[in-house]
């Protein structure tokens, strides 16, 4: 089976300023240069100071110098930027992806407050990309539906306080273990389903569950990481291949400093929880970036289910989520730091073909019977070559009847075009000389009216006419 090395694709959004910003009359520490390409902390259009007709040219040293950090990314988002225009560029290809065969993820990153569940969850007025992602792949599952049979399940995980939850049972916590085929979560039974409404009631009802909390920071934080999964199994209807691949969509809880949240008691220790996951999330982003053979996936539940989606068979997009206010510096930054490494991040992906269960005696079978028509059409193929040298030959060894017979028929032809091309002239110059004709046939009628006319008005029962003579 063949495998295919690329690399993680990373995209950054920066959001708009929120009301909440906008009070402190904040700076804006991101400006997007083009469609991948954005600087960080940049210089700020100042006034010019003038001193007696004197340009002061000093540096204020109560300010910090800006870094003014150009930065890279394979997509770059501003805050005009849509979840429909993100998803076109980042998870339509994905969506594809899966339907060829592939395990594909994304996961969207960034400080509390910075926009990830508005991205992936969006709103009525503006869907996000998880309900985008899944009209689209519903879309193209029913063009398929002629070649290829499809089996779809569900599961809506959430990681809180370290606990793995089922959003769609509210059940757990569940326990985690790892097998040939990646890490497994005991006791998850995927909800079956066969169409998109099914899909997205589901998914409706575990963004219910979901544990949120209001914060100083965001009025909906989102207190738990969230991974929604669509398990699909394919198969060919005509050869009979199996294929079995997952579409993983994480939304991350944002890191957070207790200072600007305000929390305490039970959302001190959310933060507490939150911050040790994606430390060690982070932990894993450097070492994989590294190139390190160990990486700490154990140090967390959520790193150990995200295993596959960093460093394993999966194709995977990160969205980094940043606010562009100087009030979110630090966080901002941070987020930055982490995409910039997450980029480095090489992952091997492969097509999920099952193994048939079918007789080993039966697929001998069949190979032979290719490999003797593989055979009789090699057969027929230098059969069929050989005759036309034989035809080339034949035509080279007369080649003056056949050179004769054409050259006759090219006279011909051109005879007879040049002919009709003298015909057209010639009716084309007698159509010019007719109507040159009634132009002046017209023309001539005209000035004999023009002239009886001007008659009419001078003479004027002859008085006209007399002093006209008189005069003369």
């Known amino acids: 089976m063949s495998t295919d090395s690329r690399k993680i694709r990373v995209a950054v959004r920066v959001r708009p300023f929120n009301e909440r910003e906008l009070e402190g009359n904040p700076r804006n520490i991101v400006k997007v240069l083009d469609k991948s390409t954005l600087m960080f902390d940049p210089d700020e259009d100042e006034d010019e100071f003038f001193f007696h007709g004197v340009k002061l040219t000093h540096r204020d040293i109560t300010k910090r110098v800006k870094k003014k950090l150009t930065m890279e990314y394979d997509d770059v988002f501003d805050n005009t930027a849509t979840n429909n225009d993100i998803f076109e560029v980042c998870m339509k290809p994905l969506v594809q992806s899966v339907m060829n065969g592939y ?24 869907p996000g990309i998880t309900f985008l992602t899944v009209k689209e792949l519903f879309r193209q599952i029913e063009s398929l539906s002629e070649v290829r049979k499809f089996d779809i399940g569900i599961s809506y995980l959430e990681v809180y306080n370290e606990l793995v939850m089922n959003l769609l049972t509210k059940t757990g916590p569940l326990k985690l273990r790892e097998d040939s085929h ?3 979560v005991s006791g998850l039974v995927l909800k079956q389903i066969h169409n998109a409404t099914e899909l997205l009631e589901l998914l409706a009802l575990g963004n219910r569950n979901r544990t949120q909390h209001p914060t100083d920071a965001n009025a909906e934080s989102s207190r738990s990481h969230a991974i929604f999964q669509v398990h699909i199994r394919m198969v060919e209807k005509k050869t009979g291949q199996k294929r079995a691949v997952k579409l993983s969509m994480i939304d991350l809880a944002g890191s957070e400093r207790a200072a600007s949240t305000k929390g305490i008691g039970i959302r001190f220790k959310e933060g507490a929880n939150i911050n040790k996951s994606l430390l060690a999330l982070g932990n894993c982003i450097n070492k994989l970036a590294d190139g390190l053979k160990h990486i700490p996936y154990r140090d967390s539940n959520l790193t150990r289910i995200l295993k596959d989606s960093l460093g394993g068979n999966c194709q995977t997009v990160m969205i980094a989520n940043i606010s562009p206010s100087s009030l979110t510096y630090d966080d901002t930054y941070n987020t930055l730091k982490y995409a910039s490494r997450a980029k480095k991040i090489r992952t091997t992906v492969r097509q999920n073909i099952v193994p048939s269960n079918v007789p080993k005696e039966f697929l001998v079978k069949k190979v032979n019977e290719q490999a003797e028509e593989l055979e009789r059409l090699k057969a027929k193929v230098a059969d069929l070559e050989e005759q036309l040298r034989k035809k ?10 056949s050179l004769a017979l054409n050259a006759t028929l090219l006279n011909t032809w051109v005879s007879r075009i040049d002919s009709c091309y003298a015909s057209m002239r010639q009716a084309l110059q007698h159509l010019i000389a007719l109507k040159s004709k ?8 005209k000035l004999k009216e023009q002239a009886e006319t001007i008659a009419r008005i001078v003479t004027l029962d002859g008085s006209h006419l007399n002093e006209v003579r008189d005069f003369a």
Not at 392 to 401: C, I, K, N, S, V
């Open 103 to 126: 395990n594909c993820s994304v996961f969207v990153y960034g400080a509390t407050g910075a926009g990830k569940t508005h991205t992936m969850l969006g709103n009525e007025a503006c």
């Open 392 to 401: 080339e030959q034949e035509a080279a060894a007369a080649p003056g009847p």
């Open 182 to 184: 990646g890490v497994v």
């Open 438 to 445: 009634e132009k002046l046939l017209n023309m001539r009628v």
